[in-house]
Each structure stands twice: as C-alpha cells, then as structure tokens.
C-alpha cells in the first residue's frame, strides 16, 4: 500500500512538472474540449434538456470562481466547463433552428417562393436553385420548409434565373433523404442545420411572378456571385470545363463541374485547390499586401510620414473578408480568414501573430457559432492539415530560416520545391483519415506530383490574375485576366487528366469504425499540440486507431443492404464483391454501398433466371442466397407467399420482401418487409458465424430534431414497450 501510495505522489509530480513545462500550450486544447462536447450531443440517441446543460454550466461557473485557489481542480472544472459550453452550444443552435421537414412525398404541385441561391448544374444544363418564404399547394402555411431545394432544366426558363425572384413552378418535392446504410452520412441532419426542408425536381416551365428586387444583405452577395459565374461564363462560351473551375475558384461556385472532371482532380490529389481555404485566403491576403504596399511605396512623402505597412494590412483584411463573402464563406475558409484576420491585425498592432493559438482561436471560434461544422468533413480536414503544417514548421523553422537566408538563388529555388513537397505530404497524411472514414478512398502517390506542379501555379499565375479580374470587372475590364486564369486553370486541369488517370489512381478502402478514427485524430492532437518528448506518445495513439481500423473494417461491412424505399437491394458475395438486384433504380445509393465496401469494380446484378455462383440463384417469383449455412429468401412476386407460408415448406432463415407485406403464416426467424423498411428506413444485415444481426437507420439516427415524425413514434412505441416488459 505504501508502495502504491508513493508511486501516485511520484507520478503526479511528474505529471505536474509536465504541464508546467507545456503551460503555454494548454490554452490550444481548449477547442479540443469544445469539439468534444459538441461531438456528444451529436452522439446521443435522444434529444437531451437544454436546461439540463444550462443549470450544470452555470453550476460550473461558480465552482470556477469558488476554486481560485486550487490550481490543478480548477484546471479538471474548467475542462468540464469548456466541454459543457460545447454541448450547450450545439444543442442550443438544435433547437433555434426547428427547420420545417417534409415527412412525404408533396406533388406534382405548383411550388412558389423566391430565389435565395441559384447555381448552374454541369455543362449549363439548368439551375440548382434554394427557395425561400415557400408557399406549397395544398399544404398549410405551418408545416410548409422554410425553403427547399430545386433542380430546374434550362428548356424550363427562358434567361437566367437570379437570387432574389419570385418564380412558381409545377414540381415534386421530397423529404430530406435518410442515409442510404446504417452508419452512412446522415444528409437530413445536414439540411436541418442548412434550413432546408425538401428537396425536388421541376416539372413543368417557371413562371415568374416578380424580378430581382434589391433587399438582404445575403441577397446582394448571391446577386453578385451570379454575376460573376456570367461574367466567367462569357469569357469561355464553348469551354464549359474552364468556365466551371474558375467559377469555383473565383466564385466558390462547384456544382457546375462535371462528374468526370472531378474524377480526374480527386484522383490527382488537387480538390484541395478547389475548396477555398487557407492557400487562397492566404493568396488573396498577400496579393492584395504586397501590391497596395508597392504602389504606395513609390511616393516618398507616404513611404516618410504614412504607416502604409498597417494601411496595406487593413486593406488586404478587407479584401479577404469581401473574398470570403463572394464564396459563399465555407468553413475552411472561415477558419482561414479567422488567421489570416488575426495575423493582419498583429501587423497593424505591431504584435507577432502565435499560428497554433489562432488555429485554436478559429477553431474556438466556429464550434461556438457553428457547431455542426465537427460533422463537416471540410472542417475536420481543413484543421487537420493547418494543424498539422504549423506543428511540423515550428518545429522545423529555425533550420528552414537559416537554410534559406544562407540560400543562392539557385537554392532557394530548390527549399521552394521541396516545401511543396513536404507541404502536400503532410497535409495528405493529416486529411488521409478523413479522406478514408469519409470518402474511402484517397489519392495516390502521383499527388505528389500533381501539386508539384499545380500549386505553383496556383499561387503565380491563377490566383493573381483572378484577382486582377475580379477587381477590373466593375469597370468591364476583366476579359484579359481572366484569359490569363483560364490558362492556368486549363494547365492544372490537363495535370489532373494526365496524373489522376481517370480514377484509376485512388486508393479506396471499407468503412471503418468512429472509435479508430477518434484515437487517430486524440493521436494526432497528442502529437501536434504539445512539445516536449511527451508528444511522441501520439505516435503509439496512432498506431492503434490504425490496428483498431484495420480491425473493425472486415466486421462493418453488412451481407445484405435493403434500400428505405424498397427498390434496391444487394449481396455481399464471396469474393467480395456486391450483386444489386437492379443497376437502374436509385443508381446514387447503389454507389454508396459500393464506395461503404471499398469496392472499385462495378456490381454485379441478380439474373432473371438461373444462378450467379453456387449460392445465389433466382427466378421470377424468388432469390435463394445462402451464407454460412443460413437460408436467405428475397421476394420478388407475392406469389412467392404462396410456396413460403405452406406449413409442409421448410421456413428460410431470413425472408426479405422490400416491396410486399409478409403474411402473418408466413414463418421465418427473421423476417423483413415493407413496413419495416416504412418505420425503420434502411437496413443492414449481418451473417456472422450462425448469427443474425439486423441494423436500422432509425435505430442509429434515434430520436432528435431531425429524425422523421413516424420515426420518432416507432421508437416511443418501441421504448415504452421494453419499459413495459422490463416492469
């Protein structure tokens, strides 16, 4: 016992010498704790009191003041504290959206309302457009979205659709979609939190009730980013594909680029270029410097008698915030704005900007007023390469600063390449988690070379004369550098045509679990934040959340996949591969399944008539499948019904029937049909050693903000009854 005792004192005075030693880094885990505690709110099965939180913040407030004196409780209060605003925060922002959600299907029916964004879909087929103060045939004012989401065909308008008209039009409209798999991305979640509550199609011709009016500062921003994506337009009249990267590049605008185009630059490793973030806040910021600084560099009497070092750092602030606004402010660019504000006001202030503490700053700064932003995949990978790169070069600056100070031209030259080098593989280290847990699958190896030669010129020749044009076009005279951009743009394209090898580069794997990444990402924060040897632990965190990865990735990846609405279905074969009862029908979750598996070749598709392999045989009426000695039935004709429910038939072990109603005769150990799909939306499931095991989007979703009404009254239904049976 003596023992034990002393070996806690030692241990806690070294713990204490520790954090002595790191004081000045303990501030950068405080959006760690924020991030934590939005993290769990998003993670629990039901919505939580929101006075709950509240008291017990407020309780933790006064322990605070009440602790003064005692360091370390202090120090344990405050992280409970920080954690506690966290959850208050995302649960708070929760309940002030109470976005109207449709809960079925609403049309053919005349949809009015006015245009609050309107992009050009792929090769300028139409418009992909958000309405908002939506009126809805037939539908009570109060259970009418507030705005919802349309997909218009250029032969339905004659002109273009701009933000702030007034338009009616003959549509569908849909529910926000549920994932398409237990586990996948929850897009319902995405578009409460947008404020979005359906999404469809148009029908018929738009009628427009009122042009674009002049009101909402949001409005004027829309307004002038179409402007702009017209602009870009004219200037390349039969390159659409240039037209669309550009429009991304200068207008944050990237629904416009095609499918194939984006195969290609996902699979050189060059996306990041077309997600504004750091590099083209970064860019715009240091254009906008060092030009305003050079011109007013050329009279003496303001070089002698003005501060145009600090009016050249204001001016560049405001442009990276007009920049900001003109792109629709994403998140990595939010962040990197937040910096970039933070170090231009250091030079105004004559102070020295602290990188890592305005990353933990930025990051503070968005989980407080956006905290849905963790779910964000551009989130989580914007700050992870940030993160990542400042570590790495405040560990390496003093030798980087020697080097080049003692550089000839040549060499310089040289340090510049191999920083992009070295900036492109760490930041593909730091996002590839993300990348895999997200997307499953990341670039290769050729991404290497492809920012080798792409980042440069992006940063020499694309962004500096796209910002040249955005400048010239109040007065017209933006044709010339946007010609100069469109060069740039089409050599990186070409890049990305020649490297990425039409997708075949990407490196694709299954989905994994939430835990390996968490003790990848604790890892990686372990690694960067602190900075004596006690951050070479993170390596051993990452190890496992690689171990725990590879682990738990065979074991996630479900036998059978029944889509919510019935109309797909699919095996996990043998080999590995996926056999999907149709290649024509809901073609977007069929691609999901298969990117969720980390499969690369295409599905295969059930036969008509006969068998595919050993275990898989259909005919008109059925599908056999068996796996690991279980029987499993597909319905594809109620007729079916009749041979499966004989009493004298030997009952399979599952029966699926996504489109009928299973008798209650009918007998099987696990049976799925129509209504379960109904209440339970998507399923998986699992044939492990003898074992079945059914997982439900409904089960996983719970019971919050966003779930579906009849969702929410299945589980009420089904808790009551466990209560029921457990008294």
């Not at 010498?17 to 000045?24: H, P, Q, S, T």
């Not at 988690?433 to 990341?442: D, W």
């Not at 992006?458 to 017209?476: C, E, N, S, W, Y």
Request: aromatic content about 8%.
């Amino acid at each position: 016992m003596e023992q034990l005792k002393r070996f806690l004192r030692n241990a806690s005075v070294q713990a204490a010498e520790i954090l002595n030693a790191e004081r000045e880094r303990l501030p950068l885990w405080l959006p760690v704790f924020i991030g934590i505690g939005a993290g769990v709110y998003y993670a629990l099965p039901q919505e939580p009191l929101l006075w709950a939180s509240v008291l017990s913040l407020a309780i933790l407030a006064v322990l605070l003041l009440l602790l003064a004196g005692k360091p370390v409780l202090r120090a344990v209060v405050l992280c409970l504290f920080v954690t506690l605003l966290g959850f208050s925060a995302a649960a708070l922002q929760a309940q002030n959206r109470k976005t109207p959600m449709l809960e079925k299907r609403v049309g053919p029916a005349m949809v009015s309302g006015t245009v609050a964004e309107a992009d050009t879909l792929p090769e300028n087929k139409g418009w992909r457009i958000i309405l908002s103060d939506v009126a809805l045939e037939k539908r009570p004012p109060e259970k009418t979205p507030e705005k919802v989401r349309l997909q218009i065909y250029k032969k339905a308008f004659d002109g273009d659709i701009l933000p702030g008209m007034r338009i009616s039009v003959l549509a569908i409209v849909n529910p926000p979609p549920l994932p398409v798999m237990p586990g996948a991305f929850n897009f319902r979640r995405q578009m409460y939190f947008d404020g979005l509550g359906g999404t469809g199609y148009a029908l018929g011709p738009v009628t427009l009730e009122q042009a674009a009016g002049k009101n909402g500062w949001s409005l004027f921003w829309e307004k002038l980013r179409s402007s702009v994506r017209r602009d870009i337009a004219a200037a390349f009249p039969e390159n659409t594909v240039t037209a669309s990267l550009v429009s991304a590049l200068l207008a944050g605008e990237r629904d416009g680029i095609s499918k194939e185009t984006w195969e290609n630059i996902r699979a050189a490793g060059l996306s990041h270029l077309l997600a504004i973030s750091g590099l083209h806040i970064g860019l715009v910021a240091g254009l906008l410097f060092f030009a305003l600084r050079a011109v007013l560099a050329l009279s003496e009497r303001l070089t002698l008698y003005w501060p145009i070092k600090k009016i050249s750092a204001a001016f560049a602030l405001c442009g990276s915030i007009v920049y900001l606004c003109l792109v629709g402010a994403p998140v990595s660019a939010q962040r990197a704005v937040m910096m970039t504000g933070v170090v231009l006001l250091a030079v105004m202030l004559d102070r020295t900007g602290l990188t890592m503490r305005l990353a933990a700053l930025a990051a503070a700064g968005i989980l407080l007023l956006t905290p849905h932003a963790l779910l964000n995949a551009g989130f989580q990978m914007s700050f992870a390469a940030v993160v990542c790169l400042i570590a790495f070069y405040e560990a390496l600056s003093e030798k980087w600063k020697s080097w080049y100070r003692q550089a000839s031209v040549m060499h310089r030259s040289a340090l510049y390449f191999f920083g992009t080098i070295l900036t492109t593989v760490i930041a593909s280290l730091a996002t590839a988690p993300f990348s895999f847990f997200h997307f499953h699958r990341v670039a290769g190896l050729v991404s290497l070379f492809a920012n080798l030669l792409a980042v440069p010129l992006t940063a020499f020749l694309v962004m500096p004369a796209g910002i040249a044009a955005l400048i010239l076009m109040p007065l017209g005279l933006h044709y010339w550098p946007l010609q100069l951009t469109g060069i740039g743009v089409d050599m990186i394209y070409e890049i990305s045509r020649d490297i990425g090898e039409g997708g075949n580069a990407l490196i694709y794997a299954p989905s994994w679990s939430l835990s390996a990444l968490l003790l990848i990402v604790a890892g990686g924060l372990w690694l960067c934040l602190w900075q004596s040897r006690i951050r070479l632990c993170g390596f051993a965190l990452i190890a496992g959340g690689i171990l725990l990865a590879v682990y738990t990735a065979p074991r996630l990846q479900p036998d059978i996949y029944i889509s919510g609405r019935g109309d797909l279905a699919g095996l996990r074969l043998e080999d590995g591969r996926l056999a999907l009862s149709s290649l024509r029908r809901e073609k977007f979750t069929a691609g999901q399944w298969q990117r969720h598996a980390g499969l690369r070749q295409p599905p295969l598709v059930w036969p008509e008539e006969g068998a595919a392999g050993e275990a898989l045989q259909c005919d008109w009426l059925r599908c056999r499948w068996q796996k690991h000695g279980k029987l499993i039935i597909i319905v594809r004709n109620p007729l079916a019904f009749l041979m499966l429910c004989d009493a004298e038939s030997a009952p399979p072990d599952i029966l699926i029937a996504p489109q009928d109603a299973v008798p209650r005769v009918c007998r099987a150990e696990t049976v799925i049909d129509r209504f379960d799909l109904w209440r339970g939306g998507s399923h998986t499931v699992f044939v492990k050693d003898g074992d079945v095991r059914v997982k439900t989007v409904a089960q996983q979703g719970g019971i919050r903000l966003w779930s579906p009404e009849h969702f929410v009254r299945e589980n009420d239904k089904n808790r009551k009854s466990s209560a029921a049976k457990i008294r």
